[in-house]
């Protein structure tokens, strides 16, 4: 670095690119990005794009220098000097949905939100579910569920997952302010088809499908589109009292059959479904005649006064079909957002996948760690607010999304950060005898490092013998540093140097306990645990293997639900606290 930039001072210079660097990591909740600082800096002090060489190597040191901090100390040196910068940070970070097209048109925001009962729900639904839901709350509107069950054949609902699914919304934090069923309002669909099909704009179509097909496909009417009403009619009715068998007969509602796109012309709106052999779990055998998707939903949400359709883009050809209906009805389409794909890399979003996984016995449950149902995300700790806050982040933007399980991890460990508190769990656990302790200590190791009035966990540690020893856990992976290292910090205890180690053991001897030393030294940290004061311990992965170890006996008194971080491995939510503890990774 040039003597100048060193020689002015630059305590200065160093003290505002250490508060970009960590303002950057706190934004990110992650690690200071080189990169955005020097852009930020050059912003601010546009002298120094003169010397942008030297400026880079000066935010490079600092940054790495902040990045050997810990979240919570960065947050603390910020909070201490910069409160102002903090703040700041706080409004950016309440980011807010934009406004709702015509929002304020209508005397009352209704918004819904409408599954099908055939699996739990998955991330994949998080952006509909949350941000219907919080447009209705932003307009003081109302939200609903409704469900859509009106395929007993090929998406046949199960009665486990009407339950699932709205303990799914409450989880969340999005309770429906009602709710719909859609197979309790067959005759209601009855009513409208027979109006479309009296007034000339449906017909009852009776063609085999690829006959069909062809027809449409060259813009041509079939058969039976030319008859008239009076004799749609009469076929109306011999479809609802079972006059034809499944593939006889369907419902289509009339288009352009000009329209270029050749899936718009003249949808079908209600087919039979054999009743005897696909019965549907809430009515049984009661209906035959069942509304395809279009026809339902396009029915439903304008008797329910659905205000605003907020869904994914892949809809926008519903859209169209369902305006002639409106049309014909005298309706006024709802407003419509149409959102991009969100995509998660490395999340199996596919519903089908996860139901064929459960089948097969791949997965052991809805909640299996391998799966992105809520059900697994609540499993592993990852909290509700966390997606609430990415989905509304993100917002109703058309372009397609791509997330990484990162960017969710980010958002839940800014939420657990400061609410977790910290035990050690050794992983692979070896045996440290450690020789040469001079007195007994008592260790306090703070169940939050920013919280001291949360209390600590205790132990103490009595040398035995007359080589004063003790035995300590200590984790086998942490074996590589220690055999590099000259001396070792156990975490809130001292310091120590490695005489012997191989795979199933080490032997240490005790050096010094001030802390101050350790720093000096730059000696790794490493975390420990009393031979005697352990209880075992597994901890359950997201790809579902497990890792065995041992955690500290404070941990005795956690509970279920608990959420906590075992220092230097990452965050778990507590499973079971037997005999041994089970935990859930979320992340780290
Ligand atoms: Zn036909």
Request: proline share 6%; with cysteine.
């Amino acid at each position: 670095m040039s003597n100048r930039l060193k020689r002015k001072g630059n305590t200065e210079l160093r003290e505002f690119i250490r508060k970009l660097a960590l303002l950057n990591a706190i934004r990110h909740d992650d690690k200071a990005q080189t990169g955005p600082v020097i852009g930020k800096l050059l912003g601010e002090k546009p002298e120094l794009r003169t010397r942008v060489k030297e400026a880079a190597c000066l935010v490079n040191e600092v940054v790495q220098e902040v990045n050997s901090l810990s979240l919570s100390e960065r947050k603390r040196i910020v909070e201490e000097k910069w409160p102002e910068a903090l703040e700041k940070e706080k409004v950016k970070e309440e980011k807010r949905l934009p406004p709702l097209p015509n929002g304020d048109k209508y005397a009352q925001i209704v918004t819904r939100f409408s599954p099908n009962p055939d699996c739990v729900l998955h991330l994949g639904s998080a952006r509909a579910i949350i941000l219907c839901y919080e447009y209705a709350r932003m307009y003081k509107g109302k939200f609903i569920l409704r469900f859509e069950d009106t395929d007993p054949k090929l998406k046949k609902p199960v009665l486990e997952f009407y339950d699932r699914i709205r303990e799914d919304l409450a989880w969340l934090g999005c309770k429906p302010d009602k709710e719909y069923i859609q197979s309790d309002r067959i005759p209601i669909y009855y009513e409208y088809a027979e109006k479309l099909l009296k007034d000339g704009n449906a017909y009852v179509c009776t063609c085999q499908q690829e006959q069909f097909r062809e027809k449409v496909l060259a813009s041509k009417p079939c058969e039976c589109r030319g008859s008239p009403p009076q004799e749609h009619l009469t076929r109306w009715q011999r479809m609802l009292e079972g006059g034809y068998k499944e593939g006889e007969a369907v419902v289509r509602v009339k288009t352009d059959l000009n329209h270029p796109n050749p899936a718009v012309r003249d949808w079908p709106a209600l087919r039979i479904i054999d009743s005897e052999k696909y019965p549907h779990p809430r009515v049984a055998g009661k209906y035959n005649v069942w509304p395809l998707y279009n026809f339902a939903c396009g029915v439903d949400d304008h008797l329910i006064g659905v205000t605003h359709i907020i869904r994914g883009k892949e809809h926008l050809t519903n859209m169209v079909r369902q305006e002639y209906m409106y049309r014909y009805l005298g309706w006024q389409y709802p407003e419509a957002i149409h959102y991009g794909r969100l995509k998660i890399t490395g999340a199996a979003l596919s519903k089908s996948k996860i139901v064929q996984g459960i089948r097969e016995g791949l997965y052991e449950d809805w909640d299996d760690p391998r799966l992105a149902t809520f059900a697994a995300l609540r499993r592993r700790g990852i909290m509700p607010e966390a997606i609430k806050k990415l989905i509304i982040d993100v917002g109703p933007k058309t372009s397609d999304v791509v997330l990484s399980w990162e960017n969710l991890y980010a958002y839940n460990r800014k939420i657990l950060d400061p609410e977790a508190d910290r035990y050690f769990f050794v992983h692979n656990p070896t045996q440290l005898t450690v020789e040469n302790i001079p007195k007994t200590f008592a260790a306090k190791l703070r169940l939050h490092p920013d919280c001291p009035e949360r209390g600590s966990r205790d132990y103490t540690i009595e040398p035995k013998g007359d080589d004063g020893s003790a035995a300590l856990w200590i984790s086998r992976n942490d074996m590589k540093t220690l055999k590099a290292a000259k001396v070792i910090r156990l975490m809130g205890l001292f310091n120590i140097k490695i005489d012997k180690a191989n795979v199933y053991s080490a032997e240490a001897s005790f050096i010094s306990e001030p802390y101050e030393e350790a720093r000096k030294a730059d000696a790794p940290l490493i975390h420990w645990i009393p031979v005697g004061a352990d209880m075992p311990c597994q901890v359950v992965t997201p790809d579902a293997t497990i890792a065995e170890g041992i955690a500290e006996s404070a941990c005795k008194g956690l509970k279920p639900n608990d959420i906590i971080q075992f220092e230097r491995f990452g965050f778990v939510r507590v499973d079971e606290v037997n005999v041994k503890l089970i935990a859930y990774y979320a992340h780290r």
